[in-house]
C-alpha cells in the first residue's frame, strides 16, 4: 500500500510540474521571508471576453481549492475594496480584496489564498490582461507574497504555483 501511495504522489508531483511548464509558471523569487509566483499565458480570446471571463471565478476555480468545496459560490467584485470571496448559505470566507481595477487592463488584490490565510503573511496578487493582436489576450498573473514564511517556503510557494496554475489552466480552458 506504501509503495502505491509513494507513486501516486509521484504522480502527481510530475503531472503539476508538467502542468506548470505548460502555462509558463515559474516561481520567480523565494527566500524564508517571501516568495512570488508569477504565471503567463495566451489565449485565444480577445481581451474584453477574457477580463468578463475571469470576473466569473466560480465559472472557473477548481472547486477542490475552495473553503466550502462548491466553486460556484465564489466571486470577484470588481471595484476597489471589493471581495473575492465565497458564500455557501451561512458559511463565508474572504479570499482576498480588491485593491485597484482598471478594466479589461489590471485587477490587484491583497491577502493571503487557503492556508496562507493563517500565516503572518501579506500577499499581493496582479492579473494583467494585453492585446498583442486582436482577438487575443497575454494574461499574467503574479503573486507576491511576503512574510515569515519559515523553513516551508520552497515547499509553500511550489504548492501555490501549482493551485494557480491550475486555475489559470481552468480559465483559458474556457476559450478552447
Known amino acids: 500500500m506504501k509503495s502505491l501511495s509513494t507513486l501516486f504522489s509521484v504522480i502527481l508531483l510530475l503531472t503539476t510540474l508538467l502542468a506548470a511548464q505548460t502555462a509558463g509558471a515559474i516561481v520567480s ?14 489565449i485565444k480570446a ?18 477542490s481549492h475552495t473553503w466550502f468545496g462548491d466553486a ?21 470566507a474572504l479570499h482576498m480584496t480588491v485593491s485597484t481595477v482598471i478594466p479589461n487592463k ?7 489564498l487557503g492556508p496562507l490565510q493563517s500565516m503572518g503573511v501579506y500577499g499581493h496578487m496582479s492579473w ?5 493582436t486582436k482577438g487575443m489576450t497575454n ?16 515547499m509553500m510557494a511550489k504548492a ?3 493551485v494557480l496554475n491550475t486555475q489559470i489552466t481552468n480559465l483559458e480552458s474556457k476559450f478552447k
Open 106 to 112: 489590471n485587477v490587484q488584490m491583497v491577502g493571503g
Open 128 to 132: 494583467s490582461f494585453k492585446a498583442p
Open 72 to 92: 460556484s459560490k465564489m466571486y470577484i467584485e470588481p471595484k476597489a475594496n471589493g471581495c473575492f470571496c465565497e458564500v455557501n448559505g451561512d458559511k463565508e
Open 160 to 162: 501555490v504555483d501549482g
Open 139 to 154: 494574461l499574467t498573473m503574479t503573486y507576491l507574497v511576503k512574510g515569515f514564511v519559515g523553513e516551508e517556503s520552497e
Open 29 to 42: 523569487t523565494q527566500s524564508k521571508q517571501h516568495f512570488s509566483v508569477k504565471i503567463e499565458t495566451t
Open 46 to 63: 480577445p481581451v474584453e471576453e477574457v477580463y468578463q471571463q475571469f470576473l466569473k471565478v466560480g465559472g472557473w476555480w477548481e472547486s
